[in-house]
């Protein structure tokens, strides 16, 4: 059982930054990969972000690419998204999750635990 617990959301202005945490209980959630995932009402919940295991690959959806940054410490038991240069439309509730697999998926369907969630919300 991974129990998922994430911060560090809040309202920001446009182009600010924001760095999310989340906090896993369990023991193989270092050996899995994990994922960032948003939703706003709606809509459905969309991929944002993915690390595998080891930390050593990761991926981006394209709205995001080349301002979210995803990265873990295992020894924390920890996950992270750096978002810079936020926009509004990254207005959204975040979602941590950890996948049933060692390597990065990008649909939601890989993944069996999923936090509570952290609300972003970005000014115009």
């Known amino acids: 059982q991974v129990q998922l617990v994430e911060s560090g959301g809040g309202l920001v202005p446009t182009g600010g930054s924001l760095r999310l945490s989340c906090a896993a209980s369990g023991r193989t959630f270092s050996t899995k990969a994990a994922g960032w995932f948003r939703q706003v009402p709606g809509k459905e919940r969309e991929f944002v972000a993915a690390i595998n295991w080891t930390g050593g690959t990761t991926s981006y959806a394209d709205s995001v690419k080349g301002r979210f940054t995803i990265s873990r410490d295992n020894t924390k038991n920890t996950v992270y998204l750096q978002m810079n240069s936020l926009k509004p439309e990254d207005t959204a509730v975040y979602y941590c999750?950890?996948?049933?697999?060692?390597?990065?998926?990008?649909?939601?369907?890989?993944?069996?635990?999923w936090g509570q969630g952290t609300q972003v919300t970005v000014s115009s």
């Open positions: 999750a950890s996948s049933n697999f060692i390597d990065i998926k990008i649909e939601a369907q890989g993944y069996r635990y």
